[in-house]
């Protein structure tokens, strides 16, 4: 079994070293563990051991897990996200970070009206290009984030990536500096009611580099919780 409480406390150790390496504070970045797949009493666990934020992928995973977690945790969800789903994570999640189409934040902002509640999201941007994962292409977000702003119950905070993998974190760091680039680029076009104060991006293999390429939420389950078992 995992040392969670030990493993969570290594991460935030390490994810100051890198706020160090580049003079940022901690306190600007926070740890999401990724819970998915993961049972609900390891989630108590790092409930427990200081951790409030939780990132979880799948729609039915997340409805079942949310029942059996009695702790306050604030649940974000990060996977991809089909509209005929939306409904089911009707305030129950603080954030989305994978909104990547018109389509899917018209529906988040419909779910949401029926509460009269804003939820916070996050714009998925495929910064590497790859058809096999979702994400608006670079040079389309200003178009969607100009038709997404104008959606009253949504509030955009930042972007979110997914980059291409490697074992060597080096080699993602030109994906992260891209999406904090981006971020900038888009702060400067002054879209009401957009804000890119996040980046989520970084997970157990590179979150250090995120963070010293402006990283505010990373995305960790493995160096939590251990090895993912595959999904079936």
Known sequence: MPDIPANIARIQEQIAAACDRVGRSAKEVRLIAVSKVKPAELIEEAFHSGQQLFGESYVQEFQDKALQVQAPVVWHFIGGLQSNKVKYLRDRVAMIHSVDRLSLAE???????????????????????????????PKQLPELLTAVARLPR??????????????????????????????????????????????SMGMSGDFGVAVEEGATLVRIGTAIFGERNRKT
């Open 154 to 199: 949504l509030r955009i905070r930042g972007l979110m990536c997914l980059p291409p993998f490697s074992d060597n974190p080096e080699e993602v760091r030109p994906y992260f500096r891209q999406l904090r680039e981006l971020a900038e680029q888009i702060s400067q076009l002054e879209i009401p009611g957009v804000e890119m104060r996040e980046l």
């Open 107 to 137: 529906e988040i902002d419909r779910q949401w009206a029926k509460i009269d509640r804003p939820v916070e999201i996050l714009l998925q941007v495929n910064v590497g290009d790859e058809q096999s994962k979702s994400g608006c292409a």
